[in-house]
């Protein structure tokens, strides 16, 4: 189930300075008079927590949690604002609408007793579930009509990006290569490594000769890409041992190396495929650059609609 503190696709932004006041017990905030209770953000904290990969009773400091209640607090109040705006504008989700997402999270458990326990632990019977789910589904109703609608991301945008990044955008060059690997163990006998290179030599003949490399990969490399015919796929400098390396980026296309020692044991390397070191055209990042703007336009707009409906609100807190 998905931790009630989501409520729209894109991240709510945080920060915002509230009123103080002494609120009735069990009442974290007042958002316009509608409350949010001490134990829905108890439960929002947990949620959080989780997605962080933490939890409550490995924060010691108190001002640290004090700083996470106050975070998720914000989340709750953003959330209530888009909620009560979709309710003032009348973009409410529908009755179908919560029900085929009520019925989606059940799905996800192997028995509705199951899901109404883990409804429960959150603080929800099946009425004040759907409810939350009304809610949840409503506030994005409102913010996909009157804000992610109104995003748009301009050729112009994904030119400066481009250009301003283009530095990031620079490839080094590339092998892509199969090995034979007879494993050798460091500080081995002589007598060991001679026989390992005797057998890689045997090998190799038979390559020379026309034998698939793959296929004696397969056969005979004792590394861990045997069962994928020794397939190292690309790789840049920097990544395999340096003698391996220096080796691997000497051949061209289609040759096979001379027995190479590493600390690993003896190689023989074919050389499958070369890229040269070149920056990635725009044309090939277009469209992750386009995906990348429109998030943080996204989540630049949401944070200025919660901004201005928290101007026009009357925010109180109480965190004691």
Do not use: C
């Amino acid at each position: 189930m998905r931790k009630i503190i989501i409520a729209v696709t894109v991240l709510l932004a945080l920060g915002h300075a509230s009123m103080l006041h002494a609120l009735p017990m069990g009442v974290a905030a007042l958002v316009n008079g509608k409350e949010i209770s001490s134990i829905k953000l108890q439960k929002a904290v947990d949620g959080y927590l989780q997605q962080q990969g933490t939890n409550i009773g490995s924060i010691r400091d108190p001002n640290k949690f004090q700083q996470v209640q106050e975070k998720v607090l914000d989340i709750l109040i953003g959330q209530n604002l888009l909620w009560q705006k979709a309710e003032a504008d009348k973009q409410l989700a529908t009755d179908d609408e919560v029900e085929k997402l009520y019925q989606q999270y059940q799905a996800q458990y192997p028995s509705k007793e199951a899901f109404e326990t883990k409804m429960k632990i959150e603080g929800f019977d099946e009425k004040t579930y759907r409810q939350e789910l009304k809610h949840q589904l409503s506030a994005k109703k409102w913010v996909h009509a009157n804000v992610l609608s109104k995003v748009k991301v301009e050729a112009a945008d994904i030119d400066k990006f481009y250009n301003d990044n283009i530095e990031k955008f620079k490839a080094p060059e590339m092998v892509s290569a199969r090995h034979i690997l007879i494993g050798v163990k460091e500080g081995a006998a002589d007598k060991e490594k001679k026989a390992a290179r005797k057998k890689l030599q045997k090998i190799k003949q038979q390559i020379d000769k026309g034998a698939d490399f793959a296929e004696m990969a397969k056969q005979h490399s004792t590394g861990p890409s045997a069962p994928h015919g020794g397939n190292l796929g690309l790789f840049p400098r920097g990544k395999m041992v340096k003698a391996f390396e220096d080796a691997a980026f000497k051949l061209k296309k289609g040759q096979v190396s001379k027995i190479v020692e590493t600390k690993y044991g003896y190689h023989i390397i074919k050389v499958e495929d070369k890229q040269p070191a070149r920056t990635v055209s725009k044309v090939e990042l277009a469209e992750r650059i386009h995906q990348h703007l429109l998030q943080l336009k996204s989540e630049e707009a949401l944070q200025t609609a919660i901004d201005d409906l928290r101007k026009e609100a009357r925010v109180e807190v109480n965190l004691n």
